[in-house]
């Protein structure tokens, strides 16, 4: 799964067969996607959970299903993170995704305490620092290790990984040029963009609860399983539907 706001670095790799969707540049786009990986980290909760296991490759030993891994990556995170449905999105695949076999790679221009939740900083393993302006933020991005702020060859990097030494690495420079004909005959994604609203859904989930139904129970018959996204979908609905005085 490929979100870049701006549309003009992860656009590159729009002919790549791998993504599961079309690059995602708008909100409405970027929260739909975001909400079906959140969908499948679920499913696969609930797989996990029927088989007696807690790590993906135990579990494809012990299925016929084989679960593939899921890459997010975001380009320009940190403005994302401003938009409290990404944020909340993104902090939940970075503390859970893992162990589903989804995992998150997120890069930008600038990381400051403020402007990255510590929710989606921690879990982060492996981090990636190119020249920075400032040692705060070296260590920001670096889990407390200064020193990219002083480098100067193009390419260059520090690398914090999980049970290493912080290397100094230099990494290839590969042209914009490279990348489109790298990918000038690919058939693109696999689907198509996913619908960030679906209304019969929601119109579901309203009549279901002037059945009297709690939003447990909503959430197992719409989605199959109750926490998570489902229960917050659920409550968001129901939540608009209150304050529209029961129209919709």
């Known amino acids: 799964m ?17 993504l599961v969707y079309p690059v995602a540049t708008e909100e409405r786009d970027i929260l739909a ?18 088989l007696g296991v807690d790590k993906i490759e135990r579990f494809n030993l012990k299925s016929d299903e084989n679960l593939r891994r899921i890459a997010v990556v975001i380009d320009e995170g940190t403005s994302l993170f401003e938009e409290p449905q990404v944020c909340g999105a993104v902090e939940t695949l970075a503390l859970r995704g893992r162990k589903y076999g989804i995992h998150l790679i997120t ?11 510590k929710r989606i900083r921690a879990p982060l393993a492996t981090r990636i620092c190119f020249r920075v302006e400032s040692e705060s933020e070296s260590r920001v991005i670096l889990n407390h290790v200064a020193g990219a702020e002083k480098l100067t060859a193009p390419g260059r990097c520090l690398v914090n990984m999980p049970g290493r030494m912080v290397m100094e690495l230099q990494a290839p420079i590969v042209s914009e040029n490279y990348i489109e004909e790298a990918f000038e005959d ?6 198509e963009m996913p619908q960030g609203v679906d209304l019969e859904r929601d119109l ?17 018959q719409i989605f199959g399983y109750t926490g998570g996204y489902a229960f917050n979908e659920v409550s968001r609905v129901l939540a608009g539907h209150s304050l529209a005085g029961g129209a919709r």
């Open 2 to 18: 490929a979100i870049d706001p701006d549309g003009c670095t992860l656009g590159l790799f729009k002919g790549c067969g791998r």
């Open 33 to 50: 996607v975001l909400n079906r990986v959140k969908d499948e980290m679920e499913r696969r909760k609930e797989l996990y959970q029927g």
């Open 107 to 117: 890069a930008a221009p600038m990381w400051q305490t403020t402007n990255v939740s």
């Open 186 to 191: 690919g058939a693109g994604a696999v689907c």
């Open 204 to 220: 579901l989930i309203a009549n279901l609860s002037k059945q009297g139904l709690s939003k447990r129970q909503i959430a197992k």
